[in-house]
């Protein structure tokens, strides 16, 4: 009996066994799923599906560049603003921050995360949008406009991809935060320690060793939170203004991939050819974050053979 | 050498500039909360709380429909989502040898746990909605679950790893010694030990499908009723028969506060932001069960 229940394929290894199998087959019929759907579109608009300007369902012609342009100009705007905050954030909160204020502070950016997106694209909505109409883009436009990206083109409406950017912004921010000071607090004090013995003051210390060591850590939190900006598609599509253009400046209204879906998927769903081009640009979306993925998996190797 | 006194000046402004962005960010996250707070407080009634959005005039009026559906479709989601991810990170972690397969296949379920939530919700949308229509009933509970359930697999499933790779070697090995075979041990010492693990991870899970608003809007649907328990006969469906509530359409707090968006004239503001409010709440106090249990688990 003995020798049956060591056996390599016992009841519970096949059971198991088959789980990982069906999970395997789930993400791959997802993913062949998606690809399958949109490519009778990709094949037939080939190259000029990703540069094509036009996107028209009664020309038969659909061109997805404005769309890849809003998104990357809101998830650039979106970094700016969340990057240099969330990370001077944890450093304050790994380096410098008395225990209690770290126990203070700490929760209540969790919290932040565990706010649904939806609830973000109202708040932006209600709250910000005449903040942002009536203060910000006239302030904006009053004192930078002489550079053409701080023009306010849209001055009827607060919406627009500073909007949506500040919103994401503050969506990613508990992310890029958490996963950063967690990479501060893995750099092994002697490190620290040797660096104070050779006389360098603390600011020294974090910009020489500190920051360098936990810098694949924190490029690894970035790149998160730049997915995370990416792929959001609730808050974005009440906020950035749902016009298919190059947006002129930060405080233009443009159009994002995943409000291009969301706004149309339901009234196409049953149509071949519109439906397959949706599925196009979900396609898009995906191969992106299968590169950013890419991206992590790299940084995290170097990462941990630096050490 | 650079002047010591620009190094300490160096010192000060990083230390300013950190608190102030440090500052700045707590601002924000009370700014937030505060203001869905005090937006919402005007309607946050026990009628809203209890009335299915059928039984008041108007739209938006009532959220009991939304609540009882989030709680459905999250702890159904959850509920299809582990044996698949427990089973499978067990398998990873104690039966898979490291090879280009197993390797791949992790990377598939990062690429998973990245996807953005729409491509989820267009899949859902098409394959379960629409093909599978005879099976799940269209927009629906099941088709919601279902999806949500593809969602959050690689949360549960990444949890587990690391809850399975928490557990002390002596103490597996220790079994080993004794003559228990490899599954007796999983089932007797790994498990056990990673539990508390294990459940954070569920727990986790229940608050990002409770959450989730792109998915459910395109797979789940809406309804104004509360949720019903009968099978009535279709003609069309699997079986000739329909089974409510899972194969019925299923009301959500995420899409009740859409619903502020899309019907902005009607909907009043105050109650989308209630609605809000009560999400918070939900989502709020799964994710404190979670720590508790983490803490209860480093305690024992």
């Known amino acids: 009996m003995r020798s049956l229940s060591n056996f390599k394929f016992d009841s519970p290894h096949l059971l198991l066994f088959l789980c990982a199998l069906s999970t395997a087959f789930i993400i791959a019929f997802f993913i062949g799923f998606i690809f399958y759907t949109a490519f009778p579109i990709l094949e037939k608009e080939g190259f000029g599906f990703i540069t094509g300007t036009t996107w028209s369902y009664s020309a038969h012609e659909y061109g997805i560049w404005l769309f890849i342009v809003g998104t990357l100009v809101m998830t650039a705007v979106t970094m700016v603003l969340a990057g240099p905050l969330s990370i001077f954030t944890a450093i304050f909160l790994a380096e410098f921050a008395p225990v209690w204020l770290t126990r203070v502070m700490r929760p209540m950016i969790e919290l932040l995360v565990g706010i649904p997106s939806v609830i973000?694209?109202?708040?932006?909505?209600?709250?910000?949008?005449?903040?942002?109409?009536?203060?910000?883009?006239?302030?904006?436009?009053?004192?930078?406009?002489?550079?053409?990206?701080?023009?306010?083109?849209?001055?009827?409406?607060?919406?627009?991809?500073?909007?949506?950017?500040?919103?994401?912004?503050?969506?990613v921010l508990p992310t890029i935060t958490v996963l950063s000071e967690e990479?501060?607090?893995?750099?092994?004090?002697?490190?620290?320690?040797?660096?104070?013995?050779?006389?360098?003051?603390?600011?020294?210390?974090?910009?020489?060793?500190?920051?360098?060591?936990?810098?694949?850590?924190?490029?690894t939190a970035v790149v998160l939170g730049m997915m995370r900006a990416m792929g959001e598609t609730m808050a974005v599509v009440m906020l950035i203004g749902n016009t298919a253009k190059v947006p002129s400046s930060i405080l233009d209204t443009g159009y994002a991939m995943t409000s291009k879906i969301l706004n149309d998927i339901g009234y196409y769903v049953?149509?071949?050819?519109?439906?397959?081009?949706?599925?196009?640009?979900?396609?898009?979306?995906?191969?992106?974050?299968?590169?950013?993925?890419?991206?992590?998996?790299?940084?995290?190797?170097?990462?941990?053979?630096?050490? | 050498m650079r002047d010591m006194r620009w190094r300490k000046a160096e010192e000060k402004l990083l230390i300013a500039v950190s608190a102030m962005m440090a500052g700045i960010t707590s601002l924000l996250l009370l700014a937030i909360i505060g203001k869905i707070a005090f937006e919402a407080f005007p309607s946050l009634t026990l009628y809203f709380l209890t009335t299915p959005e059928v039984d008041t005039p108007g739209l938006g009026q009532g959220i009991a429909n939304a609540i009882v559906g989030t709680v459905y479709l999250s702890l159904l989601s959850v509920l299809l989502a582990i044996p698949l991810a427990i089973?499978?990170?067990?398998?990873?972690?104690?039966?898979?040898?490291?090879?280009?397969?197993?390797?791949?296949?992790?990377?598939?379920?990062?690429?998973?746990?990245?996807?953005?939530?729409?491509?989820?919700?267009?899949?859902?949308?098409?394959?379960?909605?629409?093909?599978?229509?005879?099976?799940?009933?269209?927009?629906?509970?099941?088709?919601?679950?279902?999806?949500?359930?593809?969602?959050?697999?690689?949360?549960?499933?990444?949890?587990?790893?690391?809850?399975?790779?928490?557990?002390?070697?002596?103490?597996?090995?220790?079994?080993?010694?004794?003559g228990a075979t490899k599954w007796d041990t999983i089932r007797r010492i790994t498990i056990p030990y990673s539990l508390s693990g294990i459940i954070t991870g569920v727990i986790l899970g229940i608050g990002r499908a409770a959450e989730e608003s792109a998915v459910v809007i395109l797979t789940a649907g809406y309804t104004q009723f509360l949720p019903s328990y009968e099978i009535l006969p279709r003609e069309g469906m699997l079986f000739g028969m329909k089974i409510y509530p899972f194969q019925d359409l299923v009301a959500t707090l995420p899409i009740s506060v859409y619903h502020t968006f899309e019907h902005s004239h009607i909907v009043p503001i105050a109650n989308g932001f209630a609605a809000a409010f009560v999400l918070i709440i939900i989502v709020m106090l799964v994710n404190m069960l979670a720590k508790i249990v983490i803490w209860r688990g480093k305690i024992g």
Do not use: W
Request: hydrophobic share 50%; glycine share 10%; proline share 4%.
């Open chain 2, 87 to 178: 089973g499978t990170a067990i398998y990873l972690k104690k039966y898979a040898k490291d090879t280009i397969i197993t390797r791949s296949f992790r990377f598939m379920i990062d690429v998973l746990s990245g996807t953005p939530s729409i491509v989820l919700g267009i899949f859902g949308l098409l394959f379960l909605v629409y093909y599978m229509k005879v099976v799940t009933g269209g927009f629906s509970l099941i088709a919601g679950a279902i999806a949500l359930a593809i969602l959050i697999l690689p949360v549960i499933e990444r949890a587990s790893e690391e809850a399975i790779d928490a557990v002390p070697g002596e103490v597996e090995e220790a079994s080993y010694a004794l």
């Open chain 1, 120 to 171: 973000y694209g109202i708040f932006g909505l209600f709250v910000l949008e005449n903040i942002f109409q009536h203060h910000i883009d006239p302030f904006l436009d009053a004192t930078l406009g002489f550079i053409p990206i701080f023009r306010d083109t849209t001055p009827n409406s607060g919406t627009g991809i500073l909007l949506a950017s500040t919103v994401l912004a503050v969506m």
């Open chain 1, 183 to 219: 990479a501060i607090r893995a750099v092994p004090d002697e490190y620290k320690a040797a660096s104070f013995a050779l006389g360098a003051t603390k600011c020294e210390t974090i910009k020489k060793i500190v920051i360098p060591t936990a810098s694949s850590g924190i490029l």
């Open chain 1, 270 to 307: 049953a149509m071949d050819e519109p439906k397959s081009s949706l599925f196009g640009i979900a396609a898009v979306l995906f191969l992106l974050e299968i590169l950013f993925v890419g991206i992590i998996r790299i940084v995290r190797v170097r990462g941990g053979g630096g050490k």
